[in-house]
C-alpha cells in the first residue's frame, strides 16, 4: 500500500469490516457517495471535522487501486 493509505483501514468489528477513515466510523464509499451526490470537499469537511484534507487523497488513491485490482488498467 502506499503511504496514502495508511490513512484509510478495515477492521472486522468496524462497519461490516468497510474501508474506512482511520480513527473514524466513516467509509470511503461515504465519502465518495457524499461526493457523487454534489458535496464538495469542504462542505464534508464543515460536517464532519475530525476529517482532514488529506482523506480525501487517500479515498481516490484507494478506489482506484480498487477499481484497478478488480477491472485492471485499461
Partial sequence: MTSSHS????EAGK???Q???????ITVLDILGW???????DEI????PGLEKQDF????AF?????????GHR
Fill in 45 to 48: 469537511l464543515d460536517e464532519h
Fill in 35 to 41: 461526493l457523487a451526490h454534489g458535496m464538495t470537499e
Fill in 19 to 25: 474501508p474506512c477513515i482511520c480513527g473514524m466510523r
Fill in 57 to 60: 487523497a487517500a479515498v481516490y
Fill in 15 to 17: 462497519r461490516d469490516g
Fill in 7 to 10: 490513512r484509510i483501514t478495515v
Fill in 63 to 71: 478506489a482506484a487501486e480498487m477499481t484497478e485490482a478488480r477491472y
